[in-house]
């Protein structure tokens, strides 16, 4: 089955801990994305990345890292997470390079900071 | 900064009449539009992707666009309990950057 996974899917942490969530597309897809979303604020994207190796900061990337070793996968990395990052997390593929055709997403990752 | 509109509702309209809803963008350079389905707690689901102008039709929904009034929309017809989510349009300019996404239109289908 062609899909895109996220793991954890829940996450409860303390401020300071660092943390990766994993992202994995069976896909082949060349592109890869980062969003979250908050209550009233939509999806804002974090960071992507148009092929291996090749990553870019999207609108809100401070506080996080990634990289893209593998085509499959896309961990997004919190170093030292605070509140503020507390958020429901989405990675995304899509087959063309820019992203501009369809994005499949994952199932989310709801992560609390405390 | 690329911008996408939706009236965030609450749209309600009664089970089996037409849902009706809009989208507008800001940049003239977008090429590609698409509507997500989300239900709350999951992932955005692709229901209909548009590239022209016209009306696009995949059963129960019809997408349209309007490049010149730089408007989209999306109708559901016989619209269904089930339908009652939110729904995310969003755009691409073919940039490296993706899709822009509008912050979603919450629709309610009473039975």
């Known amino acids: 089955e062609a899909q895109v996974t996220q793991n954890p899917r829940y996450l409860i942490t303390v401020t300071g801990k660092k943390l990766t969530v994993t992202c994995s597309q069976n896909m082949n897809h060349e592109y890869m994305s980062w969003y979250r979303q908050d209550p009233g604020l939509g999806l804002r994207q974090i960071y992507y990345?148009?092929?291996?190796?090749?990553?870019d900061k999207g609108d809100v990337p401070e506080g996080y890292k990634v990289s893209r070793k593998e085509k499959r996968n896309f961990p997004l990395i919190l170093e030292s997470p605070s509140p503020n990052q507390t958020s429901l997390y989405f990675c995304?593929?899509?087959?063309?390079?820019?992203?501009?055709?369809?994005?499949?997403f994952g199932p989310g990752t709801r992560l609390t900071v405390t | 900064q690329k911008e996408v509109e939706q009236n965030s509702g609450p749209l309600s309209v009664p089970e089996g009449a037409i849902a009706s809803l809009n989208c507008t963008y800001s940049d003239r350079g977008s090429q590609s539009f698409f509507w997500y389905r989300q239900y709350s707690g999951k992932s955005p689901e692709l229901i209909m992707s548009i590239y022209s102008n016209g009306d696009k039709e995949d059963g129960r929904f019809t997408a349209q666009l309007n490049k010149a009034s730089q408007y989209v929309s999306l109708l559901i017809r016989d619209s269904q309990p089930s339908d009652s989510a939110t729904y995310l349009c969003?755009?691409?300019?073919?940039?490296?950057?993706?899709?822009?996404f509008g912050k979603g239109t919450h629709l309610i289908i009473q039975p």
């Open positions: 990345s148009m092929n291996v190796e090749v990553t």
């Open positions: 995304a593929s899509s087959l063309s390079a820019s992203g501009d055709y369809e994005q499949y």
């Open positions: 969003a755009e691409s300019g073919g940039g490296a950057d993706g899709l822009t």
